[in-house]
């Protein structure tokens, strides 16, 4: 009887603010050598992150963080630097031109080299996994956080794991899994597969690590959080932290009645919209899509867009910073890029569903992955890159795509080999681009160009 | 696939023949491979029905096994096999050269040269397909934990004395040929397509006789006409003329030739063994050689077209010259082969079921540090793989139109000349990407620095960054010069290697921990009911 009662209740900031303190409490005071933290996207994975690194200096504990990217790693050290501007903190750098962010060398508690015996004593060291793995004859560190977890291979966690004691992983399972240039299939099924991700080996091996999820996202409005968790985490559901009528996006100029505006209304009143194009299998950089894209995003920073949310009760206007374009392929990145250099618009983002990980915007603009092909890939398929696609928006998503997706998707079955011992991933591409098609559906605008 | 070689396998079938995909052969062959055709029974995975092998394209050996489902006569298969791979192996382990390799000291622990040996050239190993490197595979696998009655006097089933070695081995080119760029074992049909853009699909071109077919079609006829004739033309028996490359065979073969005859073996043999006196059993023997004379024909009428096929395919690659860094990589089959026979020598165990973490790890990171080598020379040495990565935004060519001599903002200046290309080329360019040059075989640096007139007028500014010498002047010839034509890659040409891993030993517990100690060698697999006749 008091389930009911507890769902009418739920308090997004208390129930995160639960979790973490329990995932805390497991790192700083639990038995075990490792915690796993499953982060939906936008969910406060790196104010998790910067908080348990805090809260491991101040306990006394030597902590090394591991991430991904440089970009990743500079990040951190800022948000540390902010959260705490008198701990002392290490970067470990590669000896390239230009190894990090040039901000870094502005603060005077931030030490960088690219020897970690330099580094030494420091609370906190951070590097990417990549640098981590040249460290040698090191004493062990106490403790360590490694962010981005799911995108570490499981290789690159063997280089690095004799470095650490114990550890905390943190990472969204729903994006895209690590990937090897190479065959891999003779290692699949074993525990220790190095293509894996580092956590699928980590559980492998030690099942009684004790596992958490942030069950909040803050990012996405709560007209994309039901979608987001149901199609991509259909067995770990999250909430938006937000409520339907929290945000809102308002645009000055009216609609022309063209396609690209009707589609931007459609997305600014319901929080998603699907530009369809009539079917056609075309080339990668189809230029009826891409020309799409490039007028959604011209006509998004002309209608004098603003958007209201929990953060200020003003409205902030939509600039071309806020905005992203998302693709599959880097082509058609580049397509998009020249596109819009023809409008006359430079600052929006566009990239790869890879690059675009880990970040977040007021409006993303998606050309779908499976538009104008004739055949659906693993590649295509993949969940984590409609989920990465899907999920970089605080408003709206407009999706542009040519028609006749959904047969694509049912004419194909898949084709890849089923290899034993592998967990099967669910949900499955398959699935999850029939869920998010069927939604946008409800949110379509055809159009013509 | 990339956009020139669908634009090659469209030509293909508007000329209605193969169009290169390459200028220059991009795989070492040897002077004297093993070629070598399997067959195997239908519904018996991995046990083999026969084979052409050797070295002379005009008198290969044939090897049968008249009846399959019987252990001793694929023991029989195995050690004939062995009398033929093993000396030809042997053949290259004897001539070697003095070489380098660095190594850690165990005392020091400083990287030190040691002087070690390294075998003069390396085996050669061709099978027809892809599908019989797999089976080159699953023979290494079923032989090499076999024991002899030398090594184990108790084994119920001793394998004879060398066929353990033989199955070492050919898990050695096995694995090896997991390696991008490698040429120990190679399948023709790999080769081929590597070097040759069909019109059809790149399953198809498994098919070795129809990918033969569209590279050089028989007089007077189209490629996809040769080809399907290839695939589908029969005889008046309902046989294929051109029998599949195999390990595989013709169900129509298996059900009206080859069942038959083997059960007219079969009847023999139970025939002979029911013998009563030495006439009779002298009478039976002749009938049991006779059917056995009969599958041996039925084996090699299906395995000598795929044997000329090979050979027919050897041909055709060695019109082609060889491509520069082509032995560089043959090189590292050298050692590759070297290794493997000094862990031989050494008396070590066969090498495990599984790899340990480690080694996995290890395998994966110098296969991609391989693929990533193998695509940039391949780039570097043939303009026609050069120009799929142009196309792509991976390179760009062009021709310098101005040089301004410029300098490092250090206590030191160094030379750090701004030199424009102009190309039609549309590179993925960003502030500060690297670009890389070929000179005089080192890749030079280059940084970029802006477009000079906007992004669509192809004129783009780069910053030369090293290969200049150590004085304020750069040395003569490392800087373009006006007028040169230039290509320039994003890609790195020699991929950095990547960390260090830990010991086996030092397995972390992430991974499971140190694989336990196991001095047992592994047992060869249980004889199940399935195993015997």
């Keep these: 009887m008091t389930a009911p009662v507890e769902e009418t209740a739920f308090d997004p900031g208390s129930a995160a603010a639960r979790a973490t303190d329990a995932i805390l409490h497991d790192t700083l005071h639990g038995p075990a050598r490792g915690v796993v933290v499953d982060s939906p996207p936008g969910a406060g994975k790196s104010t998790l992150v910067v908080r348990a690194a805090l809260e491991l200096a101040e306990a006394g504990r030597p902590l090394m963080v591991v991430a991904q990217t440089n970009a990743q790693v500079d990040d951190l050290v800022l948000r540390l630097a902010e959260k705490n501007p008198d701990l002392p903190v290490g970067r470990l750098h590669s000896s390239d031109t230009d190894p990090y962010d040039k901000a870094l060398d502005a603060l005077d508690q931030v030490r960088t080299s690219a020897k970690a015996a330099d580094l030494a004593g420091l609370p906190v060291v951070l590097s990417t996994a990549a640098k981590w793995a040249h460290v040698k004859n090191v004493e062990p560190w106490q403790h360590a956080i490694v962010d981005e977890a799911y995108q570490m291979r499981s290789d690159a966690l063997l280089a690095v794991a004799g470095l650490f004691e114990r550890a905390l992983f943190v990472g969204d399972p729903g994006q895209l899994d690590p990937f090897s240039i190479v065959g891999a299939e003779q290692w699949a099924g074993l525990s220790y597969d190095p293509s894996g991700s580092a956590v699928t080996t980590l559980l492998a091996h030690n099942p009684d690590l004790p596992q958490h999820r942030l069950p909040v996202s803050w990012r996405l409005p709560a007209s994309a959080a039901p979608l987001v968790s149901d199609a991509f985490y259909p067995f770990t559901p999250f909430r938006s932290g937000t409520d339907h009528g929290d945000r809102a996006l308002t645009l000055a100029v009216p609609s022309d009645g063209s396609g690209p505006d009707r589609v931007i209304d459609e997305a600014a009143e319901s929080g998603w919209g699907l530009l369809e194009l009539p079917a056609r299998h075309t080339p990668r950089t189809d230029p009826e899509a891409v020309g799409a894209v490039a007028q959604v995003v011209r006509r998004l920073l002309d209608r004098g867009g603003a958007a209201v949310s929990e953060r200020s009760p003003d409205p902030t206007p939509l600039t071309a910073d806020r905005v992203a374009v998302g693709t599959a392929h880097r082509d058609q990145a580049a397509a998009v890029r020249a596109a819009l250099a023809d409008l006359g618009v430079s600052d929006v983002t566009v990239d790869t569903a890879n690059r675009l990980q880990g970040r977040e915007y007021d409006v993303t603009v998606v050309l779908h992955p499976l538009s104008g092909r004739p055949d659906a890939t693993a590649f295509h398929l993949e969940t984590g890159r409609l989920c990465v696609l899907a999920s970089r928006h605080r408003h709206a998503c407009i999706v542009v795509c040519r028609e006749g997706v959904t047969d694509l998707l049912d004419d194909y079955p898949s084709t890849e080999p089923v290899q034993l011992g592998t967990l099967v991933k669910f949900p499955d591409g398959w699935e999850a681009n029939h869920a998010v098609l069927s939604h946008l559906a409800e949110h379509r605008v055809r159009w013509r160009p | 696939m990339s956009l020139i070689s669908t634009l090659a396998r469209l030509e293909a079938v508007d000329t209605g023949r193969a169009q290169p995909a390459a200028t220059v052969r991009h795989r070492h062959l040897s002077e004297r491979p093993l070629v070598f055709v399997p067959l195997i029974t239908a519904g018996e995975a991995g046990a083999p029905l026969g084979a052409l092998v050797g070295t002379d394209r005009d008198a290969p050996r044939l ?159 189209s490629g996809a006409e040769a080809a399907e004739e290839a695939e589908l033309a029969r005889d008046d028996d309902g046989q294929l003329i051109c029998p599949p490359a195999g390990p ?286």
């Design chain 2, 63 to 221: 090897l049968v096994v008249p009846q399959p489902r019987d252990r001793e006569l694929r023991f029989a298969f195995l050690a004939e096999l062995a009398d033929v791979v093993l000396p030809y192996v042997d053949g290259f382990a004897e001539a070697v050269e003095a070489a380098e390799r660095s190594e850690t000291d165990p005392e020091t622990g400083k990287r030190v040269k040691v002087e070690v040996e390294l075998c003069a050239d390396a085996p050669q190993m061709l099978v027809p397909s892809r599908a019989g490197v797999d089976l080159v595979r699953l023979l290494g696998r079923s032989m090499r934990f076999r024991r002899t009655a030398e090594q184990d006097p108790e084994t119920p089933f001793p394998a004879p004395p060398r066929v353990p070695l033989l199955g070492r081995w050919l898990t050695h080119f096995g694995e090896r040929a997991r390696v991008p760029g490698s040429c120990l074992l190679l399948a023709m049909t790999d080769v081929l397509g590597r070097h040759w853009a069909t019109g059809q699909s790149t399953l198809e071109d498994q098919h070795l006789g129809a990918l033969l077919a569209w590279i050089d079609p028989p007089e007077g006829r």
């Design chain 2, 248 to 533: 595989a065979t013709d169900p129509a073969f298996d059900n009206k030739l080859l069942a038959p005859a083997i059960e007219r073996y079969d009847r023999a043999r139970t025939a002979l063994a029911a013998a009563e006196d030495g006439v009779e059993a002298d009478d039976r023997l002749g009938a049991l050689t006779a059917a056995e004379r009969e599958i041996r024909a039925l084996v090699e009428s299906r395995t000598r077209p795929t044997w000329d096929a090979v050979w027919r395919g050897l041909d055709l690659l060695r019109e082609l010259p060889e491509g520069a860094r082509v032995e560089e990589r043959r090189t590292r089959d050298r050692w590759s082969f070297t290794a493997h026979r000094d862990r031989v020598a050494a008396g070590e165990p066969p090498q495990p079921r599984r790899d340990d973490a480690v080694t996995a790890a290890n395998k994966l990171a110098a296969r991609e540090r391989e693929q990533a080598r193998l695509e940039a020379q391949e780039a570097l040495d043939d303009p026609l793989a050069m120009a799929a990565r142009r196309l792509s935004g991976e390179a760009f060519a062009g021709e310098v139109v101005d040089v301004v001599m410029a300098y490092s903002e250090s206590k030191r200046p160094s030379p750090r000349p701004l030199v424009t290309v102009r190309t039609d080329d549309r590179p993925h360019l960003g502030e500060r990407v690297k670009a890389y040059r070929s000179l005089g075989g080192k890749p030079q640096t280059a940084e970029f620095v802006e477009y000079a007139a906007g992004p669509d007028d192809g004129l783009l500014v780069l910053r030369i960054m090293d290969k200049m010498g150590r004085g304020k002047e750069p040395e003569p010839g490392s800087v373009p010069e006006k007028g040169d034509r230039l290509c320039f890659t994003l890609f790195e040409h020699e991929p950095r290697g990547g960390a260090k891993l830990p010991d086996p030993e030092e397995t972390p517990w992430t991974h499971g921990g140190p694989p336990g100690e196991d001095p047992a060698p592994e047992p060869a697999d249980p004889v199940t009911e399935e195993d015997l006749l």
